[in-house]
């Protein structure tokens, strides 16, 4: 069985600039995560989806911060415009579906950002 | 609210020896419970959950925890290290029943000296 895939693994960009994050879950997850992983922190929850639509996001920045998942597959999260703070390893996970307790992570796309 | 706590950024043990990492939550509701785990340059994996019934939970690689309510507490521990149980591992609450949004701890680096 595939894996989460996420792409690109390793994104290096200036301040101000936009970037963006592609996943695709295990096939079949109903639920989609977005964490940011920052350095020496444990992952926080940037925003969740249950098929297309947005369960919480309550912890993404809005202001700069973005993420869709149109067909209720794969899902893109966008930073525009990126800020020094934004530097951290952005990790997609998927689950079956709500209240299973397991997500599947992907291996994460480390944003470095001058 | 919920939150996960783990006493000791990095513990290192020798080949053989008892791996204990400690974890303790605050949870206002029965909460569900996780270790996962997370090799270099890799997502997180998980370890093993507790959700309700028996409070000695086994998981993958001979690792097992324990939920002691009494002491908000759900310590890793395996009998014997092994070289390849170097990596990091993430203690996790999830926020509200059925609802898998995960509150992560801020990890232990485990190390395994031969």
């Known amino acids: 069985e595939a894996g989460v895939a996420q792409s690109p693994r390793y994104k290096i960009i200036e301040k101000r600039q936009s970037v963006a994050f592609w996943c695709n879950p295990i096939?079949?997850?109903?639920?989609l995560y977005w964490y940011q992983q920052i350095l020496g922190q444990g992952p926080k929850l940037l925003i969740q989806?249950?098929?297309?639509?947005?369960?919480?996001d309550s912890q993404l920045p809005k202001d700069r911060f973005s993420a869709e998942r149109l067909k209720g597959v794969d899902s893109t999260l966008k930073i525009q415009p990126a800020k020094l703070e934004d530097s951290a390893v952005y990790l997609c996970a998927s689950s079956l579906d709500l209240g299973i307790g397991e997500l599947f992570f992907g291996e994460g796309s480390r944003l470095t950002v001058l | 609210a919920q939150s996960v706590t783990q006493l000791g950024s990095h513990v290192s043990v020798s080949e053989g020896a008892l791996v204990l990492l400690r974890c303790n939550y605050s949870s206002s509701v029965p909460p569900y419970l996780f270790w996962y785990v997370q090799y270099p340059n890799q997502g997180l994996q998980l370890l093993l959950k507790y959700t309700t019934g028996a409070t000695l939970v086994k998981g993958i690689n001979g690792f097992e925890a324990e939920f002691k309510k009494s002491e908000t507490s759900f310590h890793l521990t395996k009998p014997s290290a092994h070289m390849s149980d170097a990596a990091e591992y993430f203690c996790a609450v999830s926020e509200s029943r059925g609802t898998d949004k995960l509150i992560f701890g801020t990890g232990t680096r485990l190390q395994v000296f031969p």
């Open positions: 096939s079949g997850h109903a639920t």
């Open positions: 989806f249950q098929n297309n639509g947005v369960v919480d």
